[in-house]
């Protein structure tokens, strides 16, 4: 099957500093990626859809600004938590969906994050 | 908007036991359903969706458009089947897949 892969898995950063995590289709191009957010004990929250070469599409309530996508390739996306605080800590997964696989959408890892 | 309702947070079964997770929904459209588990310690992997009409691992899962419900069943349960379950719904209108997951169900299965 289809693989996808996100680096860091664990990131410690201080509160104020900017983190970068990267999600990667190994054996696939993807014109597309999502990212989701992931608390304790709770669902996936969607929070944004990278889009190769153009800019990423974000729900509802996600500042943008504050979470930085880009999607500059057709295997690499990146997500960037910048000024991050103690609130921002959390689970992110990243997915991607190969050409022709019906709907279905492989996940990253997923990246744990925490800000002191 | 769409919805995807998991009422229970927590099933507990015996092994050879039926379970049932259940699932309902709310869409304007026509949706495509998904059941997705996550393992310990693995990533979310795919169990099976609604158009494939399939058998995996022993789960079926039927849609119910009149009960907007796609409850995953499976007659006998295993140990292994101990993770955690979600349920999720695409927009069939839609070519991105965005994926709409509800709050998910951790099942453990007792031996």
């Known amino acids: 099957g289809a693989v996808v892969s996100q680096h860091p898995s664990r990131v410690i950063c201080k509160s104020g500093t900017s983190v970068k995590i990267e999600c990667r289709s190994l054996d696939f191009q993807a014109t597309t990626m999502f990212w989701y957010r992931q608390f304790p004990k709770q669902s996936l929250m969607l929070m944004a859809t990278?889009?190769?070469?153009?800019?990423?599409?974000?729900e509802q309530g996600v500042e943008k600004d504050k979470f930085l996508i880009n999607h500059a390739s057709l295997t690499l996306s990146t997500l960037t938590v910048t000024s991050a605080h103690p609130e921002d800590s959390s689970f992110y997964i990243c997915?991607?969906?190969?050409?022709?696989?019906?709907?279905?959408?492989?996940f990253g890892e997923g990246s744990r994050l925490t800000v002191l | 908007a769409q919805r995807v309702t998991q009422p229970e947070k927590l099933l507990s079964v015996f092994k050879g036991a039926p379970v049932e997770l259940k699932c309902n929904y709310s869409?304007?459209?026509?949706?495509?359903l998904f059941w997705y588990v996550q393992y310990s310690r693995q990533r979310l992997q795919l169990l099976l969706r609604?158009?494939s009409r399939e058998s995996i691992k022993g789960f079926t899962a039927d849609l119910n458009k009149g009960e907007t419900s796609f409850h995953l069943k499976k007659p006998f349960a295993q140990e292994e089947d101990s993770a955690m379950y979600y349920c999720?719904?695409?927009?069939?209108?839609?070519?991105?897949?965005?994926?709409?997951f509800g709050k998910g169900t951790l099942l453990t299965v007792n031996p």
């Open positions: 990278s889009n190769e070469g153009s800019k990423a599409t974000y």
């Open positions: 999720a719904l695409s927009d069939s209108g839609g070519s991105n897949y965005k994926l709409t």
């Open positions: 997915s991607a969906r190969p050409p022709l696989a019906a709907g279905e959408l492989f």
């Open positions: 869409y304007s459209g026509s949706p495509e």
């Open positions: 609604h158009i």
